[in-house]
């Protein structure tokens, strides 16, 4: 039962409405079954919504986040892969949840939000495409590394959204490949995605309309609480797993 509010919540997220908000995907549905299992049904999914956004968000993009993020990405993948077998995914939960709460909190005392857009700064960017291609690769969380990044260039909520799903778009194609590999795409799993994916597009379209409609002030004050409550689960579930 939980894999369809997980669908619905990623489906949101994706079309830019709180993209934090997609890294309660595979907790939601890691409550029943493994988290590689939930990894490998979501991935599928993951592919068809973004695809749903790009058609939405086409040319609502800013070349130079991606310019900058995707070779991290590329090379964060890269080590994902080849450390699959080894790294704790408790491990990586941890890091990410210490970093997005850390990142929320600096928002919300007044400091992020009260100081003007950042220019671009390729090699801080590249590091927060790497992190956010490592941990996506491993545990689907790549989007809070990813707004370190971007929420401090305070772009127009369309195009960050916009950005967000050429990213991800690329990421999600690119790990296909390493994950049938790993032998994630079993016929279980695959079925399991086809029953859930009617609602990926729709979900995708809703977050789009809720963006489109959405001030920005609100925008960004929702998108910095996703991040603070999605750190706090990741937090949790990462110190639970190592004492575990």
Partial sequence: MTAIPAVLLVGLAKGGFGGPLSLLGVPLMSL??????????????????DWSGLIAYWRNFDKESLRILLPGALIGITVGYFTAAVVSDAHVRLLVGIVAVLF?????VGRARAREPRPHRPWVGRFWGMVSGF??????????????????????????????VVFFTT??????????????FDAENLATSAVLLPLAPLATLAGVWLVKRVNAALFYRITYAAVGIIGCKLLW??????LA
């Fill in 32 to 49: 029943f079954i493994p988290p590689v299992q939930a990894a490998g049904i979501m991935l599928p999914i993951l592919v068809v919504m």
């Fill in 104 to 108: 929320a909190l600096n928002a919300f």
């Fill in 135 to 164: 941990t996506s690769f491993v545990s689907h969380t790549g989007g809070p590394p990813y707004q370190i990044y971007m929420l401090p260039l305070r772009l127009d909520p369309v195009r960050l959204a916009g950005t967000s």
């Fill in 171 to 184: 990421m999600n194609a690119i790990k296909l490949i390493p994950y049938a590999a790993l032998g994630q």
């Fill in 237 to 242: 579930d990462g110190i639970v797993g190592i």
